[in-house]
């Protein structure tokens, strides 16, 4: 199957399916699918929790009720790049978390030896083109925003005698082509939304031989309704806002249980709250809460309320039930995991659906493109790597 034949089924799939997923699960204080209500109210939360780590048992679950599900897996299946993991010396890793230099590890070796000058976009400290250096590349432009991380890292390159040298720039804002030459190899890793957007279009236009990269957080520094950067996705009929680009990032690694507690105190008392905020005003709709530091989850859900209501200028009742909301808040809680369930089907499938049409927009500008996985989910869900060359 060519990129564009997986791209076009994956759509018409997603189409007909997108009363599954394009829904948002706090607008519902109970299921918004009555043929799925019976096998979704019996599952425990534990069974839910499990469920939703794991995207195959997902499909499985689901495929006998959910049409033409059983086709999705096929469709989102991504080959594995054949890699070997370079050593590095000691020095090459300070600094970098262990998960994180694994990744970077995996991502490196998927590139390959490097023979062409590297430029590294959204560069950080530049972690990744020092290990280009290192890999044999003969030299690494590193693009930064801030100013502090080019002088640290341009720090560390000179101490390690890499063949590296920084630019500040605001890739968005500023004039970044000149930084682009044909014969050089552009690469950027977790760059997000318009950041990698960006990326590509300047390397399309500066004909630059060699382009590697893998995307994040699609939905950043772009317009609420998805541009389509290929002229096959702009054909299609999905109209895809934010929270439809943020379902392609809900497949995350296994939180500490600390965090995870946190986490569902936090949903608990942000549903008990809009709850009694919708009882006070008579509303239907949910209404968001600012984020706000973890520290007030670990309070009272009273101090919580006052914290939201000042936020969103309303006045609580003296003689208001706080046990009531709250418990309300659980019961919402367990609704709202089972609506995410389903949408999580569907998650990887958007991530694809974005992919290719970047894979299809660099093929439109005369690229050959591969479309490969570089590491394993537990290192980082976001391991998917486009890799386009022009042809000599």
């Not at 997108?18 to 706090?26: D, E, K, M, V, Y």
């Not at 439809?244 to 608990?268: F, I």
């Not at 590491?375 to 790597?385: A, D, G, S, V, Y």
Request: charged share 20%.
């Amino acid at each position: 199957m060519t990129l564009a034949e997986q791209f076009t089924a994956l759509d018409t799939l997603l189409l007909s399916t997108r009363q599954f997923w394009q829904c948002t699960a706090f607008d519902y204080d109970e299921l918004p699918w009555p043929e799925l209500a019976p096998i979704l109210e019996a599952l425990t939360d534990q069974q839910v929790a499990e469920l939703d780590s794991d995207q195959d048992a997902l499909y499985t679950f689901f495929s006998p009720s959910i049409n033409e599900l059983e086709k999705l897996a096929d469709l989102c299946a991504i080959s594995t790049a054949q890699i070997m993991r370079t050593d590095y010396p000691f020095w090459i890793s300070n600094g970098i978390k262990g998960r994180k230099f694994e990744q970077l590890q995996d991502f490196v070796a998927a590139l390959g030896v490097q023979t062409k000058p590297v430029l590294e976009w959204c560069a950080g400290k530049g972690h990744l083109g020092r290990m280009l250096a290192f890999n044999q590349a003969p030299n690494v432009h590193s693009i930064e925003l801030q100013q502090h991380l080019c002088d640290q890292g341009q720090h560390s390159a000179q101490q390690q005698g890499l063949a590296m040298h920084f630019s500040q720039a605001d890739v968005l804002k500023d004039d970044v082509s000149n930084h682009f030459r044909e014969q050089q190899h552009a690469v950027a890793l977790h760059a997000c939304g318009a950041l990698h957007q960006s990326f590509i279009r300047e390397a399309c236009f500066a004909k630059t031989q060699q382009i590697s990269l893998s995307p994040c957080c699609y939905h950043l520094f772009t317009e609420d309704a998805y541009l389509a950067m290929s002229e096959v996705a702009k054909q299609s009929e999905l109209m895809l806002r934010h929270r439809d680009l943020k379902l392609a990032l809900q497949e995350t690694v296994t939180a500490p249980s600390r965090v995870a507690k946190v986490r569902k105190t936090e949903v608990e008392w942000r549903l008990g709250f809009d709850a009694m905020r919708k009882a006070i005003t008579d509303s239907t709709n949910y209404v968001s809460v600012p984020s706000v530091n973890k520290a007030m989850f670990s309070g009272s859900f009273k101090a919580f309320c006052a914290w939201a209501a000042e936020k969103k200028s309303l006045e609580i009742p003296q003689d208001i039930d706080y046990d009531y909301f709250l418990l309300k808040g659980k019961m919402r809680k367990k609704v709202t995991e089972r609506i995410e369930l389903v949408r999580h089907v569907f998650r990887r499938a958007i991530e694809v659906w974005l992919v290719l049409d970047r894979a299809l927009y660099l093929q439109q500008q005369g690229y050959q493109v591969t479309v490969k996985t570089f590491c394993e989910k537990q290192l980082t869900p976001r391991n998917i790597l486009i890799q386009a060359n022009l042809p000599l």
